[in-house]
């Protein structure tokens, strides 16, 4: 048992990569070529059962033709090998072998020649589509763990606009490979704690790097390797516990978020008051009602109050600090200000959005 578990920790650890597969798998082509071929042998032979008065054995006094010669007979003519001691010699089986056995002969040959080549094309096409997709991938956004957070986490990105070939998931178990296949996404199969791995993920070229494993400790060790590799990369990790928090951030991560403290105040306000705990819902649902977003100071927004913005302001990140709408330091809004504000899920014409409406961004000037 110890080795059978060992084994499939070796097989969790060679992080292979696994890109979103476009055609059936080559083995199964395999299995179904196969079986159409051994269909063509069981269907010749009856055939030259059934029609064996026509043929005579060479090696056989009486010239019978048994069963198990028509099982030889079909298996040396569609081989083409063809030794010649049994032959058709009546006319209806000479027909019968130009127009039913050599199809089945060229069907055959088709079938076995066919399948090794396209088990060796498909092995050719993944070699040359990982080494293109390697080739490209660069900024790009690792996952490490394709649960529950970690699926949110990438719709969550998708839906703000992130290509699906700029994420790369990691993760050892074959429901993750499967599920991110079924998205579109590209996946490493392997333990996000051990180097090798995450190198094959492209984490060192990573612009952002979400660890959202179920185990603390595991996503600390992650989280240390990952900044080895990558001292720039933005980290983003989950941890159950809020007395791990201080330990992820000291492993490199940059934003710490405590699963299980969010669930529980969530839990409470809910209970508290069911309307503000649908509000809370609500704002952190992607796609309906509110969200919450960052976005650029407008040109027409400079000097302004917060309050005074179309959008709702909650804070202000000027020098990369971030300050509450109601702080006397953002009093005025400045060139190079973001704001962070909960708006309309779907964009509404009075909620300006740079880029989406020509407005120019107070940072371009600078």
Known sequence: MQDHSSDLAGTAFRGRISLPDVVRSPWWELGRRLLMALAILAGTTLLVWFDRHGYVDGNDPDNYVSFKDSIYYTTVTLSTTGYGDIAPVSERARMINAFVITPARIAFLVLLIGTT??????QGREIFRVARWRKHMGNHVVVVGYGTKGRSAVETLVGNGLDREAVVIVD??????????????????????????????????????????????????AALTVRQLNPDAWI???????????????SGANSVITSSDAVGRLLGLSSLSPTLGSVMEDLLTYGEGLEVAERDLLVSEVGKQPQQLPDQVISVVRDEKVYRYFDPVVTQLARGDRLIVVRPAKELP?????????????????
Do not use: C, F, Y
């Open 172 to 221: 050892p178990s074959p429901t993750a490979v499967a599920d991110a296949h079924a998205d579109g996404l590209a996946i490493v199969s392997g333990d996000a704690t051990r180097r090798e791995v995450l190198r094959r993920a492209g984490v060192a070229d990573a612009d952002q790097v979400i660890i959202t494993t179920n185990r603390d400790d595991s996503n600390v060790l």
């Open 117 to 122: 080549l396209e088990v060796l094309a498909s």
């Open 350 to 366: 009075w909620a300006p959005r740079p880029g989406t409406h020509d407005e120019d961004s107070a940072s371009d000037d600078i």
């Open 236 to 250: 983003v990790a989950a941890v159950k516990e809020q007395e791990n928090a201080p330990l992820m951030r000291q």
